[in-house]
């Protein structure tokens, strides 16, 4: 795409849709330009706000939208502007005047300052309220065992800055707990699926592909999730609890069912589901009942299992040659398994391994793809220290 010569860094980054065009003059009499849009070749004339009403298909901007912004390509633009808009937003900081510098290349105390000066200077920067909300924050974070990181999280500070420049606040309380649970999570919820409109949107373009998986929560509940994968993106459809269920190729087809009526069956090419019996079984009902619907087994899993089963000694009588050509390979993760159970089982072994080792030992899960393969690597790096 084009782009005009006198677009500055700071345009680039918090104004990125301005790639998408060109700047073809100045108009006499304003401040504006004569824009053309590098996807419809439409010319007109503004500023970056019209700029983004044509791309972004915003109606009563001034301009009109633009014809040749496919769905997919629309996710793109509102997820750059998004992105743009939370970078102004979040970075906007308060220039602060560095502290006076003498001739002679020493910063003045403060302690000599002038006590007038010195009292008016705090009374400006409100230092004694600064640290006193810095204190309550920090006793916020340490009394609920809340992670460091979550100060890095743009929101959290955006939180705080709208609240500290928002006049008539003064009496602000947070929401309580029931309003955060209730009310709110509801917006938000709201908010989000907004957001991911232009994704079902383009669901009728291409077609969308069902992914399900399951697996068991912290409390051990078995979870059933479902995706559509698009060529936009992923996105989430729902989870289903599956706690006191029995869980066979009726229960899993009646909702997978569910969610192909919701996704629309037009949209639906095809589902993936792990190599499970019970799932095949059920690929094969929703084909039955949808016959432009294909199921496939996960080609992850396949690979899993063709590379936990290779060497299993269940194999012998089946196929002995390729048995005694990669049985090494279990020898060899018996033994790790073998070393890190004995390094992991107590604490003294344990502090002698983390003084000679900068790196962690690895516990993957057997269910994740190539574990075998990951433990061994790890091992591998580790083969000095131990």
Known sequence: MNISNQTTEEEDETKPLWRYVSKLRKTPGGGNNMIKCSLCDFSFNGSYTRVRAHLLRITGGGVRICANVTPSKLVEFKKLDNEASLKIEYSKKKKVPLPHVSDEGKQSNNNDLNPKLKGSLQAAFNIQGRDTVDCAVARMFYSS????????????????????????????????????????????????????????????????????????????????????ITESGPMFLKSVDGSGEIKDKDFIAKHIRDVIMEVGP???????????????????????????????????????????????????????????????ISQIVDDATFIKTFIMGHSMRLSMFNNFNSLKLLSVASTRFASTIVMLKRFRSLKKGL
């Open 266 to 328: 037009k949209n639906v090419v095809q589902i993936i589901t792990d190599n499970a019996s019970v799932c095949k079984a059920a690929g094969m009902l929703i084909e039955l009942e949808f016959p432009s619907i294909y199921w496939t087994p996960c080609v992850v899993h396949t690979l899993n299992l063709a590379l936990k089963n290779i060497c299993a000694a269940k194999n012998t009588e089946k196929n002995s040659d390729t048995y005694q050509q990669c049985s090494w």
């Open 145 to 228: 065992g809340l992670p460091f990181h979550l100060a890095r999280n743009p929101y959290y500070r955006n939180a705080f800055s709208v609240a500290a420049n928002t006049s008539n606040l003064s009496g602000y309380v947070p929401p309580t707990y029931n309003k955060l649970r209730g009310p709110l999570l509801s917006k938000e919820r709201r908010h989000v699926e907004n957001l991911l409109q232009p994704i079902r949107n383009s669901w009728n373009q291409k077609g969308v592909t069902i992914v399900s998986d399951g697996w068991s929560d912290p409390q051990r509940r078995p979870l059933i999730n479902f995706m559509a």
